[in-house]
């Protein structure tokens, strides 16, 4: 059963302070690990999809990174409008390429910027 | 662009009551579309998922249903309502399954 862990569940920065969430997956193969953000009573915003080991994603002060075993999603001075639960999900390659796309979602790390 | 949409944002329904959540698509064609609950604000369980006209596929046995009636509308449903079925009802798009593009959600609050 394909799994996702994310730690910490939350964390608090001073405005300017960096720092990295993680995401620890457990899938039998890996057809793509995502990030999104999601804002107090809305969707889900997508951010990034990483797709192999190595493999780097920016945009503006968010990084993210994949290994086999996980992901981190590195903060570089962040804003406090960058407050947000922020989370990660896998996808797996079904038996027989399944193209579905179902996504199994870790619990999600709340950030809080402080200014 | 593609847009989507769902409605209502906000509900409150007793138990027992009959339930209807409407997602629509804009802008893609042949979309495949699914159904998320978030309990407590934190992770998404998927509910139901389809990958085109009248083909439903459930994740999770329980007490809702779901349909699509047309290639960019997918609706959730439930003949009766339980206290465990509220919760933040997300539906969602993708092309190829792949990326995932989130609705603003229904809050469903059963009392």
């Known amino acids: 059963e394909d799994q996702v862990t994310q730690s910490p569940e939350a964390l608090r920065l001073q405005e300017g302070e960096s720092s990295s969430l993680n995401c620890s997956y457990t899938?039998?193969?890996?057809?793509?690990l995502f990030w999104y953000r999601q804002d107090p009573g809305k969707g889900p915003e997508f951010l990034f999809t990483?797709?192999?080991a190595g493999e780097e994603k920016e945009k503006e002060r968010l990084k993210a990174t994949l290994t086999k075993k996980e992901s981190f999603l590195h903060i570089t001075a962040p804003k406090p409008e960058d407050s947000a639960t922020y989370l990660c999900?896998?996808?797996?390659?079904?038996?027989?390429?399944?193209?579905?796309?179902?996504?199994?979602f870790g619990q999600g790390t709340i950030l809080t910027v402080h200014p | 662009s593609q847009t989507i949409h769902q409605w209502p944002a906000t509900l409150v329904q007793p138990v027992g009551s009959p339930l209807s959540l409407e997602c629509t698509v804009e802008?893609?064609?042949?979309?495949?579309l699914y159904w998320y609950r978030q309990a407590a604000g934190r992770g998404l369980q998927l509910l139901f998922y389809?990958?085109?006209?009248?083909?439903i596929s459930s994740e999770v046995p329980q007490n809702l249903s779901a349909s699509r009636p047309q290639d960019r509308q997918f609706i959730l449903s439930s003949k009766k309502l339980l206290l465990s079925d509220s919760g933040f009802y997300l539906c969602?798009?993708?092309?190829?399954?792949?990326?995932?593009?989130f609705g603003p959600g229904t809050r469903l609050t059963v009392t």
């Open positions: 802008g893609t064609s042949n979309p495949n």
């Open positions: 990483l797709y192999s």
């Open positions: 999900a896998v996808q797996a390659t079904g038996a027989g390429g399944t193209s579905y796309g179902k996504l199994t």
């Open positions: 899938v039998s193969g890996l057809r793509g």
């Open positions: 389809s990958v085109g006209i009248g083909q």
């Open positions: 969602a798009w993708s092309i190829q399954g792949i990326e995932q593009y």
